[in-house]
């Protein structure tokens, strides 16, 4: 594997169900990044952690839990979602949350019902 | 007040043309970043070319350049001789500030670009 991975690519959920989004880097960085991307709306920052801790949290509702147990995996629990949390969740990694470029995985593309 | 403009909601161009996706900026921070993405429809964003801005020259990557105008705030991204895998979503994005802090990327809300044979 190389890049940003990111799985499920796809997932339909229920507003009561607890789910998961895995996101993998393979490239050395130290910093990764939770975005949500909606319909006719720019990138919006979630999450950022640099070197496993929280440097941002971008006044996203509790309902969105994130987790980075080391630096080359990120986690993004989801719990009691509604239908407007649907979109695309994409993250990325970075070498440090100064300067550097982003690299994104391809999302997973998430309904819910 | 938006931070990154892009006027131009879907443009179209034929294969092996040239095309121009605008961008402009607003920032006070002397010190920032600009980047471009494409998101074709498979969902992931895809990095093409960086420029800084205190860099002197605009910057180039393959058939990628941007056309860097610091005075007028605009850092448009030219595709040349355009493929039909061009066909895209092209986002630009800028990253502020200097200093030890967290630098935000802000982006664009994204340029629709048709390739037609």
């Known amino acids: 594997e190389t890049g940003v991975t990111q799985t499920p690519r796809h997932l339909v959920m229920g507003m009561t169900n607890k789910k998961s989004l895995k996101c993998e880097q393979h490239l050395g960085h130290n910093a990764m990044y939770w975005y949500k991307q909606s319909a006719k709306k720019p990138l919006e920052l979630m999450f950022v952690y640099s070197l496993e801790e929280r440097v941002e949290n971008n006044s996203v509702p509790s309902r969105f839990s994130p987790e980075c147990p080391n630096s080359s995996h990120l986690f993004l629990h989801l719990h009691t979602l509604q239908p407007e949390d649907s979109a695309l969740y994409l993250c990325a990694s970075s070498q440090d949350t100064r300067t550097d470029t982003q690299y994104f995985g391809p999302g997973t593309r998430l309904t819910v019902l | ?117």
Not at chain 2, 38 to 52: A, D, H, R, T, V
Not at chain 2, 73 to 88: E, F, P, T, W, Y
């Open chain 2, 1 to 117: 007040a938006q931070k990154i403009t892009q006027t131009q909601p879907g443009m179209f161009v034929q294969e092996k043309e040239a095309v121009t996706l605008d961008c402009t900026y607003d920032t006070s921070d002397p010190s920032y970043g600009l980047f471009w993405y494409k998101q074709p429809s498979s969902g992931e964003m895809i990095f093409l070319i960086y420029q800084g801005s205190y860099d002197q020259q605009n910057a180039t990557e393959g058939r990628y350049s941007l056309n860097f105008q610091k005075a007028r705030k605009s850092a448009n991204l030219v595709i040349s001789a355009s493929q039909l895998g061009d066909s895209a979503m092209y986002f630009c994005a800028m990253r502020e500030g200097r200093g030890t802090g967290f630098q935000k990327l802000v982006f664009g809300t994204g340029t629709r670009l048709l390739v037609s044979p």
